[in-house]
C-alpha cells in the first residue's frame, strides 16, 4: 500500500495493479454510494475486495492486542447500546476526548449489576429485531419477556395473538 520511498499509493494505483481499468471512476462516491451499486467509485470497489473485507480495522485490532472483545454496534439505535441506557446521552460533550473521558465516567459510576441488566435488555431487543419485531411491539415484547437474553416464546405468542 506504500510507495518505495514510503508515501501511500493512491487508489487508482493499487485498483490499476489489481487490473482494474479505473479510469472513468470518480475516487469517491458523495455523500455515501448507492446501496446496491458494485463499483460506482474506486473506493466501493477497493472496499469490495476480499482482503480489505476481511481486514480488521486498526481499532478492533488495538482492543483486541489487549485481551478484549470487540462489538460494532449499529449506528443511532440506543436500545442496542448499553451505555446509552446510562446517563451518557445526558452529559454534553463537544471533543471525542470528552466522550472519551464521559464513557469512562459513567461506566465507573454505574454498579456492574445494572450494567448487566443493560446489556441484557440489549440482547433480548437483538432477540425481538431477529424474530422480526419493530418498534412498540419489540418494546412490549422486551418489557413482557421472562428470559435472560432473548425475547421470550410466551411473549412472541401474545403479540401473534393480539395482531391475529
Known amino acids: 500500500m506504500t510507495l518505495p520511498?514510503?508515501?501511500p499509493k493512491g487508489l487508482q494505483q493499487v485498483l490499476e495493479e489489481r487490473g482494474f481499468d479505473v479510469h472513468n471512476l470518480r475516487a469517491k462516491c458523495t455523500p455515501v454510494c448507492?446501496?446496491?451499486s458494485t463499483n460506482c467509485c474506486m473506493a466501493r470497489l477497493l472496499s469490495q475486495q476480499e482482503d480489505f473485507m476481511n481486514q480488521p480495522s486498526m481499532l478492533e485490532t488495538f482492543i483486541k492486542k489487549t485481551?478484549?472483545?470487540c462489538i460494532f454496534l449499529p449506528k443511532f439505535h440506543c436500545e442496542l447500546n448499553p451505555i446509552e441506557m446510562y446517563r451518557y446521552r445526558e452529559v454534553p460533550k463537544k471533543t471525542f476526548?470528552?466522550?472519551k473521558c464521559c464513557a469512562k465516567e459513567q461506566l465507573d459510576a454505574c454498579p456492574t449489576e445494572v450494567i448487566r441488566r443493560f446489556i441484557n435488555?440489549?440482547?433480548r431487543f437483538m432477540s425481538a429485531y431477529r424474530l422480526g419485531l419493530t418498534g412498540k411491539a419489540a418494546e412490549w415484547?422486551?418489557?413482557k419477556?421472562?428470559?435472560h437474553r432473548q425475547v421470550s416464546q410466551?411473549?412472541?405468542m401474545s403479540i401473534e395473538a393480539a395482531l391475529g
Open 5 to 7: 520511498d514510503g508515501r
Open 34 to 36: 448507492p446501496w446496491e
Open 67 to 69: 485481551g478484549h472483545e
Open 97 to 99: 476526548q470528552d466522550a
Open 121 to 123: 435488555r440489549s440482547w
Open 141 to 143: 415484547a422486551v418489557q
Open 145 to 147: 419477556q421472562k428470559q
Open 154 to 156: 410466551r411473549a412472541m
